[in-house]
């Protein structure tokens, strides 16, 4: 195959340069010589106070890899690390890559080149596909065990108020009348585990509205020492959605940010619009982003990954029902709910999409 005598292939520069992955390299003293735009998005570092840095300094993120980078040197032996938790150099937050290190020869001298394949993205995904996987499953079951309860629950209730009229001793009948009421309670309580029957009602609507309506019914009952601030985006467009469904989600997340903190703290409402999310296997263009976020103890390791599940809750008096149920009916609009936690930082996010997923 010819090459035509205008060709002019790209620069080596320019070709490091655009890289989508995060490429650093070191020298024989594991100091940076050159690092491309995409890791210093992904470290939150800039090149030029970078370079000429040992690597513990230039990125403290990765001061925990040096004695592995210094045998791959000394050795010039490639590794690769998968789902490697760092912590991010500019913040609190972390970030999960791939890093693959990469002997080779600079001139006459050893150095490594460092990859890093972003995966914080793609295991979020991974994460909520099977999260809503496992929320259909448990709903069929809920459904099944709904269907198996409320027939003899219902023969129950009838024979107990069959009793009722036979028994002319008014204080054996208040035996009946208690059957009666824990039948209904037990019919209210698996309905409730059900959730609505019917799609969504949709209508055009203001999520600030909704968000104000809900903020005003609980701040009159939030303790003095409790604080409820508003970040809101006024520039975000109204959507399509189910006015009392989506009010009952957010009365739900408010509701448990006001019973984390207690009788002191602070609770967040903001709002934001996030481009190019995915959900459920669709890249959405468009979506709204509702952060309901709290200063609590936060939510513990083990109950985490298990807080949308049916039952599952911290606190005696509650049901467990509560997160499941938000869940779904944020699922039935084409969204979810995410959360993240630790210790004086435990945020709640609902993401409903504005269009209809890319196919």
Known sequence: MSVPVSYQAPSADIMFDNLATAVICLDEDLRVWAINPAAEVLFGVSARHSRGLRIDRAIVALACQRERLEQALSEGAA????????PHSGSGDGVTVDCTVTPFSHGDQPALALEFLALDRHLRISRDDQMRNQNLANREMLRGLAHEIKNPLGGLRGAAQLLEREIADRDL???????????DRLQNLVDGMLGPRQPPDLVDLNIHEALEHVRRLLAADLPPGVTLTRDYDPSLPRLRADREQLIQVLFNLIGNAAQAVGEAGGILLRTRAQRLFTIGGHQHRLVIRIDVADD????????LPRIFLPMVTSRAEGTGMGLPIAQYLVHLHGGIIECESRPGDTTFSVFLPLETADE
């Open 79 to 86: 590794y690769t690390e998968r789902e490697l938790r760092l």
């Open 296 to 303: 609590g103890p936060g939510i513990t390791e083990d109950l």
């Open 173 to 183: 009948s208040d035996y009946t009348g208690v059957i009666i009421r824990e039948a």
